[in-house]
């Protein structure tokens, strides 16, 4: 019983292990990803340093759990309302930062490792046959009810890139903020 407990754990816990030590091996190895991707979709979602790579699921509705839930399944979803890549406005997406593999196999994990970004850390879109360029300009962390990233500006480009934190839970969200290169 005791061995089939501890099996359980590890079966759990694995992949949050293996992210967190291929990544830091990566980082001590000085192992860079890719710099030269290519797009397999008409909107996808690149980020080097963590090497998340995705689909991105357009005009989602952040206020409705069913929509965003199916877009999630699916990769990143980008919030309904707002901008897109290479216009002025706000581009926001949000994806999972799930803690266990019943919920790695139910949603798409991409933003396991958002909180490892730090400030100049580039992100890459690719959105209807252009690649775009940004660099980490700030990182946050939010109350859960904290929505002010999800109003409309129009008056620069950003790109957010959210998910819940701590990784796993939905207690708070981490928000990064991202500008045009």
């Not at 990769?75 to 309904?80: L, S």
């Not at 581009?91 to 919920?103: G, I, K, M, R, V």
């Not at 992100?123 to 252009?130: D, P, R, S």
Request: glycine share 8%; charged share 20%.
């Amino acid at each position: 019983m005791t061995a089939l407990g501890i099996g359980g754990i590890l079966w759990l816990y694995a992949p949050v292990v293996y992210y967190q030590v291929r990544y830091a091996l990566r980082q001590s190895w000085g192992i860079l990803s890719n710099p030269s991707w290519q797009a397999t979709g008409d909107y996808m979602i690149y980020v080097p340093k963590i090497e998340a790579k995705a689909p991105v699921i357009a005009q989602v509705n952040a206020g409705d759990p069913k929509d965003y839930f199916n877009a999630l399944k699916k990769g990143v979803a980008e919030a309904a309302g707002l901008s897109v890549p290479g216009r002025r406005g706000t581009t926001y997406l949000f994806a999972h930062s799930t803690d266990n593999p019943l919920n790695f196999s139910r949603y798409n994990a991409i933003f396991y490792l958002l909180d490892k970004l730090e400030v100049g850390d580039r992100i890459e879109v690719y959105f209807k046959g252009n690649y775009y360029h940004y660099a980490v300009d700030t990182k946050e962390i939010l109350e859960a009810s904290d929505l002010r990233y999800l109003s409309p500006q129009y008056q620069k480009e950003i790109l957010i890139l959210q998910t819940c934190y701590p990784p796993g839970t939905t207690k708070k969200r981490l928000v990064v903020i991202a500008k045009r290169i």
